[in-house]
């Protein structure tokens, strides 16, 4: 029977995948599926996933000291005269060694260390996810709004082509100024460029969603149409302040490193105190190594088992000047502790304000939608009645898309803002 050779199946496969086009797709999702692969796919959440897992090995390499270690191997050789060493050992035929720390100050202190910048990493992945969220649920925010102007804008097109047809009718006809149809086909063009403009902003911002959300090259992303509530906030400010303070990743990490620190600087103190190593040996001779001359008792088999006790006398000023940098650092850590937690207290008071303001542009925009709409409905009528022409019709509907377009910004702006206090209060895994 013919047996497969996995690794070449493996690499032929690749090959024939990398070889294929890519076929760029649009994915349709909504904004809690969007959060839920951006808390798992977005690249930079996955590189801060690897970190974590580096740091989290890191411990074990710490730990290697503290377990037996065992080498087995020949030190075989021919001797002439007296029995030399090698490589510290004489020679022999065969030789087993083992070692393993017993006492050593600061390597615990190097485990310990290692163990708090392991759970630091897992705080800084953590945050690292939250504000890869927080990004793609801002771009998802921008697609949506940009759909929604390029409808808008779109509308209006439509309204001032038929301006337009209205105008030049008049002109021809006699009634109006060669000049109105310039004039109305400036607009035209100027809404056809703005409309250009923003399905270019679309496009580039439906790839960079796809993008954020490790979506192949070339791949865009599209916001699904579906009813989104308001994300609902803390209801006062200072209650937003503490739940910031208590669940900021941030500082939480900056708390991490500022413990690792001071493991560091136990460490580099302990740096004065003994060292105790269990070491172990089993040696096989051969009497071609001319022992038996120049001792007098020969055995084939040999071993030893005892301690190793280092006591440091004299460590040098490195050992302090080590512990006198890991003391600076820690108290630059203490700085940004201080400096971060200010920095979010005066974050969540922005965030207030700016919800307060999109509020209130979102209450003027919609009263001003209602008029631009009552003032289009007036006309409509007008028109039925002959008193109005197209042409004013058609002006009062690209007014009236125009308070659209400020309506869906205000309501786009006050999403934004609950959004930037929902990352900062670590709620933002509401949304999924």
Same mark, same amino acid.
């Given at each position: 029977?013919?047996?497969?050779?996995?690794?070449?199946?493996?690499?032929?496969?690749?090959?024939?995948?990398?070889?294929?086009?890519?076929?760029?797709?649009?994915?349709?999702?909504?904004?809690?599926?969007?959060?839920?692969?951006?808390?798992?796919?977005?690249?930079?959440?996955?590189?801060?996933?690897?970190?974590?897992?580096?740091?989290?090995?890191?411990?074990?390499?710490?730990?290697?000291?503290?377990?037996?270690?065992?080498?087995?191997?020949?030190?075989?050789?021919?001797?002439?005269?007296?029995?030399?060493?090698?490589?510290?050992?004489?020679?022999?035929?065969?030789?087993?060694?083992?070692?393993?720390?017993?006492?050593?100050?600061?390597?615990?202190?190097?485990?310990?260390?290692?163990?708090?910048?392991?759970?630091?990493?897992?705080?800084?992945? %953590?945050? /690292? *996810?939250? @504000?890869?969220?927080?990004?793609?649920?801002? $771009?998802? +925010?921008?697609? &949506? =709004? !940009?759909?929604? #102007?390029?409808?808008?804008?779109?509308?209006?097109?439509?309204?001032?082509?038929?301006?337009?047809?209205?105008?030049?009718?008049?002109?021809?006809?006699?009634?109006?100024?060669?000049?109105?149809?310039?004039?109305?086909?400036?607009?035209?063009?100027?809404?056809?460029?703005?409309?250009?403009?923003?399905?270019?902003?679309?496009?580039?911002?439906?790839?960079?969603?796809?993008?954020?959300?490790?979506?192949?090259?070339?791949?865009?992303?599209?916001?699904?149409?579906?009813?989104?509530?308001?994300?609902?906030?803390?209801?006062?400010?200072?209650?937003?302040?503490?739940?910031?303070?208590?669940?900021?990743? %941030?500082? /939480? *990490?900056? @708390?991490?490193?500022?413990?690792?620190?001071? $493991?560091? +600087?136990?460490? &580099? =103190? !302990?740096?004065? #105190?003994?060292?105790?190593?269990?070491?172990?040996?089993?040696?096989?001779?051969?009497?071609?190594?001319?022992?038996?001359?120049?001792?007098?008792?020969?055995?084939?088999?040999?071993?030893?088992?005892?301690?190793?006790?280092?006591?440091?006398?004299?460590?040098?000023?490195?050992?302090?000047?080590?512990?006198?940098?890991?003391?600076?650092?820690?108290?630059?850590?203490?700085?940004?502790?201080?400096?971060?937690?200010?920095?979010?207290?005066?974050?969540?008071?922005?965030?207030?304000?700016?919800?307060?303001?999109?509020?209130?542009?979102?209450?003027?925009?919609?009263?001003?939608?209602?008029?631009?709409? %009552?003032?289009?409905?007036?006309?409509?009528?007008?028109?039925?009645?002959?008193?109005?022409?197209?042409?004013?019709?058609?002006?009062?509907?690209?007014?009236?898309?125009?308070?659209?377009?400020?309506?869906?910004?205000?309501?786009?702006?006050?999403?934004?803002?609950?959004?930037?206090?929902?990352?900062?209060?670590?709620?933002?895994?509401?949304?999924?």
């Amino acid at each position: 029977m013919r047996k497969f050779r996995w690794p070449a199946v493996v690499a032929a496969v690749s090959a024939t995948l990398s070889s294929v086009p890519l076929i760029a797709e649009t994915h349709i999702m909504t904004l809690a599926q969007a959060i839920d692969r951006a808390a798992m796919q977005n690249p930079d959440v996955v590189m801060a996933r690897t970190d974590e897992m580096k740091a989290a090995q890191s411990v074990r390499v710490a730990r290697e000291p503290f377990t037996p270690r065992v080498t087995g191997g020949s030190g075989l050789a021919y001797s002439y005269g007296f029995p030399l060493s090698i490589e510290g050992s004489a020679p022999s035929i065969f030789q087993v060694k083992a070692n393993e720390s017993l006492f050593n100050r600061p390597q615990s202190f190097a485990i310990a260390q290692a163990r708090e910048s392991a759970r630091g990493a897992g705080f800084a992945s %953590e945050e /690292r *996810r939250d @504000e890869a969220v927080f990004r793609v649920a801002g $771009l998802f +925010i921008d697609v &949506d =709004r !940009a759909g929604k #102007l390029v409808e808008g804008v779109g509308k209006q097109v439509g309204s001032l082509e038929k301006v337009l047809s209205a105008v030049t009718s008049r002109v021809e006809a006699g009634r109006d100024l060669p000049v109105t149809k310039a004039e109305a086909n400036v607009n035209l063009l100027r809404a056809r460029q703005r409309l250009m403009s923003l399905q270019s902003d679309r496009d580039y911002a439906e790839h960079s969603l796809a993008a954020a959300l490790g979506y192949e090259p070339g791949d865009a992303v599209q916001p699904a149409r579906e009813a989104r509530p308001s994300p609902a906030v803390p209801k006062t400010e200072e209650q937003a302040v503490q739940t910031a303070l208590t669940a900021s990743r %941030e500082l /939480r *990490r900056l @708390e991490s490193n500022y413990q690792a620190k001071s $493991l560091e +600087i136990k460490g &580099d =103190r !302990a740096q004065r #105190l003994p060292r105790v190593e269990m070491i172990a040996q089993y040696a096989l001779f051969a009497k071609y190594s001319n022992y038996d001359q120049y001792f007098r008792r020969f055995q084939y088999n040999n071993a030893q088992i005892g301690a190793s006790i280092e006591i440091p006398v004299l460590v040098g000023p490195g050992v302090n000047a080590q512990a006198l940098q890991a003391e600076a650092d820690q108290l630059h850590v203490r700085a940004e502790l201080q400096a971060a937690r200010g920095r979010i207290a005066l974050d969540v008071h922005q965030g207030y304000q700016e919800i307060e303001k999109a509020e209130m542009a979102n209450q003027v925009t919609k009263a001003e939608l209602d008029l631009a709409h %009552e003032q289009l409905s007036v006309l409509l009528a007008q028109m039925n009645e002959g008193r109005a022409s197209l042409r004013q019709v058609e002006e009062a509907r690209y007014a009236e898309d125009e308070k659209w377009i400020a309506f869906y910004d205000a309501q786009f702006s006050a999403e934004k803002a609950r959004l930037n206090i929902l990352r900062h209060t670590g709620q933002l895994a509401s949304l999924r």
